[in-house]
C-alpha cells in the first residue's frame, strides 16, 4: 500500500499510525512516591507501636494479683468513690519501676513491687492517682492518639498533641 497523504486521503483507514512514546510527566510520578513514603512511614510506626506494646508485656509478664492486705482494701475503698465498668484488677510486679494503669475493657492497675516500702498514705495517693488514669479513660486516650499517629504520621503536630496527653 502506498503510504502517501493522497493514499490516507482516499484511504483513511488503511495507515496505522505509529504509537507514539510518551515519557510520563514528572509531577505524575509524585503521587505514587508519596504513596510509597506514606506506607513505609506507617509501617515503621507500625513497628514502633508493635515495640511498645511487647515491652509493656514483657513489664508485666511476671506480675502477681493483689487479692487481699492494704493495698487491695485501700483500692477498694477508693472505688467506691468512682464509677468504672469493671471492678479494678489489682497486680504488683518485679520489673516495671514506676505503677500504670490500663485496660480499656476490664482495668487493671500495676504496681511496682517496692512500692510496699511507701507509708500507707502514700499508697492511698498512689492508688488514687492511677485510679483516676481509670476514670478518665487515659488508656483510651492514649490508644486512640497512638492509632491517629501512626495513621497520619506525616502530621508533626499529633505527636505533640499525644505527648501533651500523656503529660
Known amino acids: 500500500p502506498l503510504r502517501t497523504e493522497a493514499a490516507v486521503k482516499f484511504f483513511p483507514g488503511s495507515l496505522?499510525?505509529?504509537?507514539e512514546v510518551v515519557e510520563?510527566?514528572?509531577e505524575s510520578l509524585l503521587a505514587p512516591a508519596a504513596l510509597t513514603a506514606w506506607a513505609i512511614g506507617g509501617f515503621l510506626a507500625l513497628v514502633s507501636l508493635a515495640l511498645g506494646w511487647l515491652h509493656l508485656r514483657r513489664g508485666l509478664a511476671d506480675r502477681e494479683a493483689i487479692v487481699d492486705?492494704?493495698?487491695r482494701t485501700m483500692l477498694d475503698e477508693l472505688e467506691t468513690e468512682v464509677v468504672l465498668p469493671a471492678r479494678v484488677r489489682l497486680f504488683r510486679s518485679r520489673r516495671i519501676t514506676s505503677p500504670l494503669a490500663t485496660g480499656l475493657l476490664r482495668p487493671l492497675i500495676c504496681v511496682p513491687e517496692r512500692c510496699e516500702e511507701l507509708s500507707a498514705s502514700a499508697q492511698r495517693v498512689m492508688l488514687a492517682h492511677e485510679l483516676a488514669?481509670?476514670?478518665?479513660?487515659d488508656p483510651f486516650w492514649s490508644t486512640l492518639s497512638?492509632?491517629?499517629?501512626?495513621?497520619f504520621f506525616i502530621q508533626p503536630l499529633l505527636r505533640t498533641a499525644r505527648r501533651h496527653l500523656d503529660e
Not at 16 to 19: K, L, Q
Not at 146 to 151: A, C, H, Y
Open 24 to 26: 510520563p510527566e514528572p
Open 146 to 151: 497512638r492509632g491517629l499517629e501512626v495513621i
Open 69 to 71: 492486705g492494704p493495698l
Open 16 to 19: 496505522t499510525p505509529t504509537p
Open 133 to 137: 488514669h481509670l476514670v478518665r479513660r
